[in-house]
C-alpha cells in the first residue's frame, strides 16, 4: 500500500510512503501518520491512498507510525484545508496544524495512558527461571502482580528502572498485557458551568421565535447546503431558536458546530447552553472547546468528537475545525465580532470558513446577530442567504432609551477636560441610591492617534477614501493609511478653529478614578484585558457582580457581549467616537454595531433600561440609527457608502504588508511591485499604495503596506501569490498577506 502524505515540515508537497502490512487496514485518507523526511521524523496527514501509476515505489520509505487509528482529519476537513490554502494564500501544511490542536498532534495525555496489567499467570517455576534468566522481566512481572489494579506504563517502568526491551518479552509472551485506559477529562467544562448541571426547561416560544425555528427546521429538513442569516434585535430570544435548530439536527443523527465569538469571555453563555442542552437531548454533551483548555481536555474533547461519540461542540473561532461527524448544523452567534477573524497566519474568518465548511458537508449554516455584518446582509438582501427577522424583544420589553449626550457642550462648561459627563454623572448616583447596577463601556480599540476636534467634533478625513486620516507625531503629518494621501498636521480645527484638535484617549484606570471621585461609597470594579488575563479573574468578577456586590462595572467592550444580568438599569458608554474615527472604512459599522450590543445589556429585567452615550458627534449617522436599533435604516446608508467607493461587500480587499530594516529599500521594493502588479493583473485589480502602516515602525523594522481591490479573490489570489513568488525579494523583506482582513 502506498500513500501521499502532506507533511507538516514547513514546505507545500505530497510526499510518497509504503504503508507496513500491519497499519495497512487502518490508515485511510485523513491519518495522522510520522513519516521519516531526510533525518527527521514530522507528522503528516495521508491525502490520498495509492499513487500515480509507474510511481517509482521501490525506493520509498515506510512511514514509522499511524498516531490514531481513525482519520484525524476527516475527508470534509482536509477538504477545507485545501480551499483555505488557496483562498487564504496560506501554506497547507500551516493549515492543517491549525486544525489538529497541537495536543493532539503531540498525542500526548493518550500515549501516558497506557496501562500495564498481568496477563496469563506464570507458573511459580517459571518464574524462577525468569528470574535466573532474566531478572529485568521477572522484577517487572513481580511487581505487577502485587498490584491490584492495571498501573501507568512510563511510570512503572522509570519506578523499576526496567527496559522497554524487557516489557516487550513480556508482552510478547502474554505474561503482561498493555490496556489504554481513557481518564475522561473531556471540557464538558465545570471550569465555565457555574454550579451544577441542570437541565433548564424550555421556554414556550413566541410566535416569532416560533416561525425563525419552523424555517430553520425546513432548511434542515431540506438536508442540502443553505445559508440562513438569523437578525433579530437584542433580547429576543435567538438562542433559544438555536437551541431547537440543534435538537433537530441531532434528532436526525447529526452533528453540530455551535460558535460563539469568545468562550472563554461568556461563561454565561456556555453554562446556559450547557442545561438547556441538557434538557432537551439529555446526555448529548456537549464538547467545549477554547484556547484556555489544558492539553487533557482539548485531547479528549477531540478524541470524542472524532470518535463519534460526543456531536456537539460549542466554541470559539478554531471550534470550526473540530472533528465533529456528519454534521448537520453550523451555528454562528453574534456573527459580526471581528473576533472571529485570526490575526495570525493562517488568516482565516471564521464565519467564512464555516459557510465553507457547512458547504461541503450539505449542511445548514446559520449566521445570527442583532447586527449582522454588511458581508452577510448583503448576501441576504442578494438572495444568497436566508433572511430571518425578529424584530420583538422577548416579553415586547422595551428597548432601552438612548440618551446621547454632546460632549462639546460638556467640555465648555467644564472649561477643560471630562471624562464623565453630569447626565452620566445624575443617572450613576440615581442608580447607587435605588440600589440597580451600572456598567460602564469604554472602547477596547482606541487609537492616539486619531484627530478631532474637542470643539466641534471635526474629524479629518482622507478625500480619497472617506477614512480618518492617522496623526503622526513624529513628522507632524496626517496620513491616509489605506493610499498615503498625506497633509501637514492642522495646529488649529479647519472646521472651527479651535486649538483643541488633539484627541487623547481615556484609559479605564482613568474612568474607575473619576467614578470613585463622584461616587466614593460606590463599590467599583474594573474589567479590561489589562486586569483579566486569568480565566478565573473573570469568573470571579461576573459571579461578585451578579451577586449584587459590585455597584459599577468599568470595561472594555469585551464586557458587552452575551452577559444577561437583570439588575443593570444604566449602561454608559464613554468614548463612543473613538471607533468611529478608526483609520478603517468599517468605522461606522463597528460604532453602530457597539451601541446597540451595549444598549442590549441594559433592561433585561422587569425595569426599562437607560443608555447615555457620550459623544463629540451626535449628528453621526451610526449614532442616531442606533437610537432606535435602525439596523436596516442604517445599513442602506453605509452601504450605499461602500458601493460609491468599491469597499466590501462590493469588492473584497486584500492587505499586504512589508516589514525590514531598512525603509529606503523596502520603500523601493513595495513600489516595485505594485507597479508590477499592476501591470501583471490589469483590470482585474485595483492596487493603492504603498504606504507607511498606521504603526510605521514595529522593533526597528519599518513597515509598508500595499492594498489590493478586486472582485473575486478566488479568480486572483492564485496569481497573485505566483507572483510574489517569482518576484525577486531581498532576503531582509517580510511579508505577509491578508485576504478579507477585519482590523485595519
Ligand atoms: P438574544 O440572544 O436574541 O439577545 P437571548 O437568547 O439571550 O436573546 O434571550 C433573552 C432572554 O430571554 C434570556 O434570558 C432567555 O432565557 C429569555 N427567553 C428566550 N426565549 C424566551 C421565551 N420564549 N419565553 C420567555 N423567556 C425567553
Ligand atoms: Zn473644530
Ligand atoms: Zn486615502
Redesign the pocket.
Known amino acids: 500500500m502506498i500513500v501521499g502524505v502532506h507533511p507538516i515540515a514547513g514546505f507545500d508537497k505530497l510526499l510518497h510512503y509504503k504503508v507496513p502490512e500491519r497499519l495497512a487496514p487502518a490508515v485511510a485518507k485523513g491519518s495522522l501518520v510520522r513519516v521519516p523526511i531526510g533525518r527527521r521524523f514530522v507528522l503528516g496527514i495521508v491525502g490520498m491512498v495509492g499513487a500515480p501509476d509507474d510511481f517509482p515505489v521501490d525506493r520509498l520509505k515506510h512511514i514509522a507510525e499511524l498516531v490514531y487509528d481513525f482519520p484525524a482529519l476527516p475527508a470534509d476537513l482536509l477538504e477545507l484545508a485545501k480551499w483555505m490554502a488557496v483562498y487564504y494564500a496560506a501554506p497547507l501544511d500551516g493549515i492543517i496544524e491549525t486544525m489538529l490542536p497541537g495536543a493532539v498532534r503531540r498525542a500526548a495525555a493518550l500515549k501516558q495512558e497506557k496501562l500495564l496489567v498481568v496477563g496469563e499467570k506464570l507458573t511459580p517455576e517459571e518464574v524462577a527461571a525468569l528470574e535466573k534468566k532474566a531478572p529485568q522481566q521477572a522484577k517487572l512481572y513481580l511487581f505487577l502482580v502485587q498490584q491490584f489494579k492495571p498501573v501507568s506504563k512510563p511510570l512503572v517502568l522509570k519506578r523499576l528502572g526496567v527496559g522497554a526491551s524487557s516489557l516487550n518479552a513480556l508482552l510478547k509472551r502474554g505474561a503482561v498485557r498493555e490496556e489504554a485506559r481513557r481518564v475522561n477529562r473531556v471540557a464538558y467544562s465545570d471550569d465555565f458551568a457555574e454550579g451544577e448541571l441542570v437541565a433548564a426547561l424550555p421556554?414556550?416560544?413566541?410566535e416569532q421565535?416560533q416561525a425563525a425555528y419552523e424555517a430553520l427546521k425546513a432548511e434542515i429538513e431540506r438536508d442540502t447546503f443553505g445559508v440562513t442569516l438569523l437578525q433579530?434585535v437584542?433580547?429576543?430570544?435567538?438562542?433559544?431558536v438555536y437551541l431547537r435548530a440543534i435538537h433537530e439536527a441531532l434528532e436526525t443523527g447529526g452533528g453540530v458546530v455551535f460558535l460563539v465569538p469568545e468562550v472563554a469571555l461568556t461563561p454565561q453563555t456556555v453554562a446556559r447552553l450547557r442545561s438547556r442542552l441538557e434538557a432537551i437531548a439529555p446526555g448529548q454533551n456537549a464538547v467545549v472547546w477554547h484556547s484556555l483548555l489544558s492539553e487533557g481536555e482539548r485531547v479528549d474533547g477531540w478524541h470524542e468528537l472524532a470518535t463519534g461519540r460526543a456531536r456537539i461542540v460549542v466554541g470559539a473561532r478554531s471550534a470550526i475545525f473540530a472533528p465533529v461527524q456528519n454534521l448537520r448544523l453550523i451555528v454562528v452567534d453574534e456573527e459580526h465580532e471581528p473576533a472571529y477573524k485570526q490575526d495570525e497566519t493562517p488568516r482565516y474568518h471564521g464565519r467564512d470558513v464555516a459557510v465553507m465548511r457547512a458547504k461541503l458537508n450539505n449542511a445548514l449554516c446559520v449566521l445570527g446577530s442583532?447586527t449582522p455584518s454588511l458581508e452577510s446582509y448583503a448576501n441576504a438582501q442578494a438572495g444568497r442567504y436566508k433572511h430571518l427577522h425578529m424584530t420583538q424583544r422577548?416579553?415586547d420589553r422595551q428597548l432601552p432609551f438612548i440618551d446621547v449626550v454632546d460632549m462639546r457642550i460638556e467640555v465648555m462648561r467644564s472649561r477643560g477636560m471630562t471624562t464623565l459627563s453630569q447626565k452620566l454623572v445624575g443617572e450613576m448616583r440615581d442608580r447607587f441610591e435605588r440600589k440597580e447596577q451600572t456598567i460602564l463601556f469604554l472602547n477596547r480599540r482606541g487609537y492616539s492617534s486619531s484627530m478631532i476636534c474637542r470643539s466641534c467634533g471635526h474629524v479629518e478625513e482622507c478625500p480619497h477614501c472617506s477614512i480618518s486620516m492617522t496623526y503622526h507625531r513624529a513628522d507632524e503629518v496626517l496620513r491616509c493609511h489605506l493610499c498615503g494621501h498625506e497633509r501637514g498636521a492642522p495646529v488649529r480645527c479647519p472646521e472651527c478653529d479651535s486649538p483643541e484638535i488633539r484627541w487623547r484617549g481615556t484609559g479605564t484606570q482613568r474612568v474607575e478614578e473619576a467614578v470613585q471621585r463622584v461616587l466614593p461609597r460606590a463599590r467599583i470594579e474594573r474589567m479590561d484585558t489589562d486586569t483579566m488575563s486569568k480565566k478565573n479573574r473573570f469568573r470571579q468578577v461576573l459571579q461578585a457582580f451578579r451577586a449584587g456586590q459590585i455597584d459599577i462595572l468599568v470595561g472594555t467592550q469585551m464586557i458587552a457581549k452575551g452577559l444577561?444580568f437583570p439588575n443593570v438599569t444604566l449602561v454608559g458608554l464613554v468614548d463612543a467616537d473613538i471607533s468611529m474615527h478608526m483609520p478603517d472604512f468599517r468605522a461606522t459599522e463597528r460604532t453602530f454595531q457597539l451601541l446597540v450590543q451595549v444598549a442590549?445589556r441594559a433592561g433585561?429585567g422587569d425595569r426599562a433600561g437607560v443608555v447615555v452615550v457620550q459623544t463629540f458627534t451626535p449628528q453621526a449617522e451610526a449614532i442616531q440609527f442606533s437610537r432606535h436599533a435602525d439596523f436596516d435604516g442604517f445599513a442602506e446608508g453605509e452601504l450605499k457608502l461602500r458601493k460609491d467607493f468599491g469597499y466590501p461587500p462590493y469588492r473584497h480587499l486584500i492587505h499586504h504588508s512589508f516589514r525590514g530594516p531598512n525603509p529606503e529599500k523596502l520603500m523601493f521594493f513595495a513600489e516595485q511591485w505594485a507597479r508590477h502588479v499592476e501591470k501583471e493583473m490589469g483590470e482585474r485589480l485595483e492596487v493603492r499604495g504603498p504606504s507607511p502602516s498606521p504603526i510605521e515602525k514595529v522593533k526597528d523594522h519599518y513597515r509598508f503596506q500595499v492594498w489590493y481591490f478586486t472582485h473575486g479573490v478566488t479568480r486572483v489570489i492564485a496569481d497573485l501569490n505566483r507572483l510574489r513568488r517569482e518576484f525577486s525579494w531581498p532576503d531582509d523583506v517580510i511579508q505577509v498577506m491578508d485576504v478579507d482582513p477585519v482590523n485595519l
Open positions: 421556554h414556550l416560544l413566541n421565535q433579530g437584542t433580547g429576543s430570544g435567538k438562542t433559544e442583532a422577548i416579553d444577561d442590549g433585561r
